[in-house]
């Protein structure tokens, strides 16, 4: 049983949603657990002294090879769901930004491959609740 009096684990990330004008989505396929395979959003840790919008920006270049100004990146939202991790208590910043169509990508960092999606035709399961995150786009 937990102690509500012990102080609980929280790690710090940000996700996020790049899209082209016509509908297509940016996904990696993760290279080792949890969710080995599967297909998610790009994002990871915040480092100590980095905003979560500077996180955003970082680990979509060193995961996909996009480059995109951090002030470029528009908020749409914090998912704190307890069990929305496997590994423990995460908290994500997800952000989103409008990248042209022909944006070349390479998979990078802790990515198998990267590629564009239909938001009409996304893979079956995403990883962790990036599905929730997904239609926050649309409503943000």
Known sequence: MTNPETPETIRYTADVVALTPDGDVLLIE???????????????????????????????????GVRVAADDLRQIGVWDSPGRDP????????????????TRITAGDDARTARW????????????????????????
Do not use: M
Request: charged share 25%; aromatic share 10%; net charge negative.
């Open 30 to 64: 993760r290279d080792w657990p949890p969710y080995e395979g599967a297909w998610a959003l790009p994002g990871g840790h915040v480092d100590a002294g980095e905003t979560s919008r500077a996180a955003a920006a970082r680990e979509l270049e060193e995961e996909t």
């Open 87 to 102: 590994r423990g208590r995460y908290v994500t910043v997800a952000y989103a930004a409008v990248v042209p169509a022909d």
């Open 117 to 140: 999606w239909p938001l009409a035709n996304l893979p079956k399961h995403l990883a962790f609740d990036h599905a929730d995150i997904l239609p926050a786009v649309t409503t943000s």
